[in-house]
């Protein structure tokens, strides 16, 4: 496990360490591949560009109804008079810790982050935290896997769910910016890839800037960015007609949605 170490700049200069994450195994359980789930997985191309950046994908409304649609304790979470839902909205527009600049990369509330289902997606695939129903601080301490390497230990300067969240979605836009970009090195568009674990060894190639910048969170296949694409896409269902009618029919003032639903500690399969 890599751990990236980078200097960020806000009005004054900050170390930030990067977030290659821990909990890529969810509740660190070995989960073996769903051969069946995985036939359309592409390995080297886990979502488009254009989808991964889409800051404007969902609302801050839209968020909270998802989050009720699960059942967790997420529902009724706040932190400093922000509820979940206005956290990660706001993480996704560039607000509080998801803005900055390093190595000339500017990422702040003109640029946005990343989608929020992107962040949705993490949450549960670090700590399972959009099905739990029972509050857990130390799954909020870790939310997004951010500053814990699989090694061991996590940065205690990036604890608790505002920090993660912010902190989280700012990484993985600048994974994204630097993953096509001169002087960088390492996760860029065309690099080849092979990741080992339980499962065997698995290559590929980044196709994308936002496949180069999940791996470069959670450099792992099976079961990491396995997990994060058979959620997005099964579990979710973030890319179907069906979920995407179902935003319409509510409009702006309807109730909860129907959203698929994952068991806690689940992997979505």
Known sequence: MKINTQKRMWS???????AVVCGALIGASIIKVPTASATSFNSSNLISDGEFVNIDDMSKDEIQRFLVAQGGFLQNYSENSRSAAQIIYDASHGYG??????????????????NPKVLLVTLQKEQSLLSMTT?????????????????????????GFTKQVENGAWQLRYNYERAQGTGFSGYQVGDSF?????????????????????YRYTPHVYNGNYNFWNMYVNTYSFQSAEYSATLTNWGSSAGTGQYPSVAPGGNGA
Do not use: E, H
């Not at 092979?194 to 999940?214: E, I, P, R, W």
């Open 12 to 18: 004054f200069l900050k170390w930030c360490v990067g």
């Open 135 to 159: 509050q857990s601080d130390a799954a909020l301490r870790t939310a997004m896997g951010y500053g814990c390497p699989d090694s061991g230990g996590c940065n205690s300067s990036y604890a």
């Open 194 to 214: 092979c990741f080992s674990d339980v499962n065997g060894t698995n290559c590929g190639t980044y196709d994308n800037k936002a496949t180069a910048s999940l």
């Open 97 to 114: 810790d998801a803005t900055g600049s390093i190595n000339g990369i500017t990422i702040n509330t003109s640029t946005g982050t990343v």
